[in-house]
Structures are given as structure tokens and as C-alpha cells.
């Protein structure tokens, strides 16, 4: 492709999402203790963690709005959680 060629539609794209989604999942606890250390800390990390793929692209067709801010939902149990639940 030249400077005065339009890029076409079937050029292949660069996949620059999904190696950033897959570092998220292997490191998400330190991802989040680094970019929100307030929000790690009400973390209960002994229960682990979910990616809800499947849940948030239900919710992603069901919006009624085509801008996305959020790409990945994580179900996490909050520390709070486990006290109320052992009182």
C-alpha cells in the first residue's frame, strides 16, 4: 500500500487488545494494586477471581448506547463481604 492508497477494509488489522486482555487476566491483582491500590485493598484475593466474558457481552448487547468505556468485567469478593457473612 502507497502513501495515496486508501487502507481497505480487508488489510489485516493490528491486534493490539488482546495481548493487553491477556496480561490483565495473568496479572489482574497487580495490575489493580499498581492503578487502584485503594480498591486492592477492600479485596478479598483468597477467594480468587472471575472474568465474566460471557455475562459482560450479554450486557454489551443488550445496551442501548454502541460507545463502550469497559471491555472486561471481573467478579471479585470484597473483604467487607466476609466479615458480614461471619457475623
Do not use: C, N
Request: no cysteine; net charge negative.
Amino acid at each position: 500500500m502507497s502513501a495515496d492508497t486508501p487502507p481497505s477494509d480487508t488489510a489485516a488489522k493490528h491486534d493490539h487488545d488482546s495481548p493487553w486482555k491477556e496480561a490483565l487476566e495473568h496479572d489482574f491483582p497487580k495490575f489493580l494494586a499498581l492503578l487502584f491500590p485503594a480498591i486492592h485493598a477492600e479485596i478479598d484475593w483468597s477467594q480468587g477471581v472471575q472474568f465474566l466474558d460471557k455475562e459482560f457481552q450479554q450486557i454489551v448487547r443488550e445496551a442501548k448506547t454502541t460507545r463502550r468505556y469497559a471491555d472486561k468485567l471481573v467478579g471479585v469478593t470484597l473483604l467487607i463481604a466476609r466479615r458480614r457473612a461471619a457475623a
